[in-house]
Nanobody, 122 residues
Framework: QIQLVESGGGVVQSGGSLRLSCAAS????????VGWFRQDPGKEREAVSC????????NYLDSVKGRFTASRDNAKNTVYLQLSSLKPEDTAIYYC???????????????WGQGTQVTVSP
């Protein structure tokens, strides 16, 4: 069964940190780039980061640059998103999705996880 499962979300105070995980099963995650998205109720979903299949290149939303870091461990079939210096406006459900990577970044998202909630209190 093909599956992506996010974990690591939680409630933190402003300035805190979390590490999100995106674990794949039923397929080889190393064959794909992976994008992270977030969505807060009432807001549009936004792409947060993208990491290539090798992990050698990453892209970030401007508002999270310098605070979020994507990485991956292909031996563990897992991608990570380190969230640091969190702000209340980072509160959202965070999702990972497999992607293809081109000159513009991640595209053609195929498999999606169910999401993990991140809540940042003031």
């Amino acid at each position: 069964q093909i599956q992506l499962v996010e974990s690591g979300g939680g409630v933190v105070q402003s300035g805190g940190s979390l590490r999100l995980s995106c674990a794949a099963s039923g397929f080889i995650l190393a064959d794909y780039a992976v994008g992270w998205f977030r969505q807060d109720p009432g807001k549009e979903r936004e792409a947060v980061s993208c990491i290539t299949s090798s992990g050698g290149r990453t892209n970030y939303l401007d508002s999270v640059k310098g605070r979020f870091t994507a990485s991956r461990d292909n031996a563990k079939n897992t991608v990570y998103l380190q969230l640091s210096s969190l702000k209340p406006e980072d509160t959202a459900i965070y999702y990972c999705a497999t992607a293809l990577y081109n000159w513009f970044g991640c595209t053609e998202y195929q498999y999606w996880g169910q999401g993990t909630q991140v809540t940042v209190s003031p």
